[in-house]
């Protein structure tokens, strides 16, 4: 939780990673190539106060996590999307085990979203439907640039991917969560097209898409899909650490969601160990639109309540102590 100015706000950090990105399990030249990658972006979105030296961002563990998460961080509960890459690294570059036992050891706090490849076709499939017993799925997550073998990527509308996602259905795993915005070497850009989840959104309108990163650079792309759609959110990991480097950027971003979505489809993600959840959440209960960009409106406290944790812990059932929901007024309105 996080108190400022009389206010209370419940956070909910929707995108967190445990990584190993260490040489011995980096499986060729890519594993290098893409945490490094990651690590660029750590350093120059975020302050050089929160810089982490790049060994222990190679990786950091679950006591780590737990303290910055949850000692430091403000955060009340925190999901679990993880990346397989399994071209890149030998082991998966997403801790599935280590990620998992944390979240049976702090239930109240941590949830477990897996993830899958259309590639891998009827042994998938099967993979799926065990991994949804044994972890207990509510969400997926979804890497659409991700290498195997001779491909470089696939697409949510293609046939193999609408019988993942049929799949999901059956097993109640609602909540899809796509990366679908800036490309991280060797992946290729185009691969993290948005475009495809127009399709899949309109033929699977009780599954909720959740669209990490907010389509960036597609910003627009995504807008014009999510809508139409109303089962299309928008997840802030990547676009939040701009409110640093680049406010007024960030300031468009949000005045965008808020005008084609509204409050309701916005979830707020640190996307650690990119960045610490804790200067973000302060920087954004302290953020407004500049008064001269006057197209948007300014960003209200229930709107700030909702992004940075009651959407997210509406989605997947997270209780919201008494008193840290909307105020008074906005509760007559809406149900948290």
Known sequence: MYSKDGENYFVVDAHVALWDARPENQLNIHGKQFIDCFYDYHRNLGPESELWPYEDFLYYG????????????????????????????????????????????????????????????????????????????QGVKLYTAEWKEGSRGYKLDDPWTYRYLETCQELGIRNIHVHKGPTIRPLDRDAFDVADVDHAATDFPDLNFVVEHCGLPRLEDFCWIATQEPNVHAGLAVAIPFIHTRPRYFAQILGELLYWLDEDRIQFSSDYALWTPRWLVEKFVDFQIPEDMTEYAPVTVDQKKKILGLNAAAMYGIEVPQGLGLTAEADAKAVV
């Open 62 to 137: 679950g006591e780590r996590l737990m303290r910055d998460l949850f000692t430091d961080g403000y955060v009340d509960h925190a999901i679990f999307q993880p990346a397989h890459l399994g071209a890149f690294y030998r082991n998966g570059f997403g801790q599935a085990e280590e990620a998992f036992a944390l979240t049976q050891a702090h239930p109240d706090k941590l949830t477990y979203n897996h993830c899958w490849d259309p590639r891998f076709e009827e042994e998938g499939l099967e993979w799926l439907r065990r991994d949804a017993e044994r972890f207990g799925l």
